[in-house]
């Protein structure tokens, strides 16, 4: 079975902290992903990465990085939370470079920033 | 926005019904996905269609695909409680790997 695990279920943040959310697959995949999803808004894709180092924006990096370092690890890291970056958060990993995958998702971190 | 559109944004059925999900979404696609999320947790994948497949089973589960109309449909057969969860769809786009846009999904709540 596939196992994609995010480091927290719950945290809370002050406005202004760096805040590290961590995702770890035990699938050697290559793909991986971190969507925010909202109220309404479904998921949006905010970086995913194919390989260790490399990544490429999604919808709405703006506010994120992310780091990618070892290819079981997918860092997503908020240089200076904001309010508006409450929400939950999830993991991803997808194998190949084959369009017939699927992801498989974590469960997801819900972050408040106070 | 390249993000698709689910209806019914909220579905109340009765065990033992059908239910009926639609998606819409505004790109050519190369695969069309459904995903089901129970309350505050991750995703789990359902059915992947691909743009040259028009309908796709899997158990209770029957998935099509109008991409003339650029629009997906879930039916769940005989639903039972257990399928009371948010269901969405996700679109990855031709020559767009790995970009995917999910729609807002539909609520879904059987009752027993």
């Known amino acids: 079975d596939v196992k994609v695990t995010q480091s927290s279920r719950y945290l809370v943040k002050r406005t202004g902290e760096k805040v590290f959310l961590e995702c770890v697959q035990d699938?050697?995949?290559?793909?991986m992903f971190w969507y925010r999803q909202d109220p309404g808004l479904g998921l949006r894709l905010i970086y995913f990465?194919?390989?260790?180092?490399?990544?490429e924006k999604g919808d709405i990096p703006e506010g994120y990085s992310v780091s990618r370092e070892k290819k079981e690890r997918f860092s997503l890291i908020l240089e200076s939370a904001s309010t508006n970056q409450t929400s939950m958060y999830l993991c991803a990993s997808r194998p190949g470079s084959q369009y017939q995958e699927t992801q498989y998702f974590g469960p997801g971190t819900r972050l408040l920033v106070l | 926005s390249q993000q698709g559109e689910e209806d019914p944004q909220a579905l109340s059925i009765q065990e033992g019904e059908n239910a009926t999900m639609n998606c819409s979404y505004k790109?050519?696609?190369?695969?069309l996905q459904w995903y089901r999320q129970n309350s505050g947790r991750g995703l789990v994948h359902l059915i992947l269609i691909r743009s040259n497949e028009r309908e796709k089973h899997s158990g209770r589960l029957r998935v099509t695909l109008d991409t003339s109309k650029k629009s997906s449909s879930l039916l769940i057969t005989a639903s039972r409680a257990a399928d009371t969860a948010s269901y969405f769809c996700a679109t990855e786009p031709l020559y767009n790997f790995n970009k995917f846009y999910f729609g807002s999904g539909t609520k879904l709540n059987v009752k027993p």
């Open positions: 990465s194919y390989d260790v180092k490399m990544k």
């Open positions: 699938m050697d995949h290559e793909n």
């Open positions: 790109t050519s696609i190369n695969n």
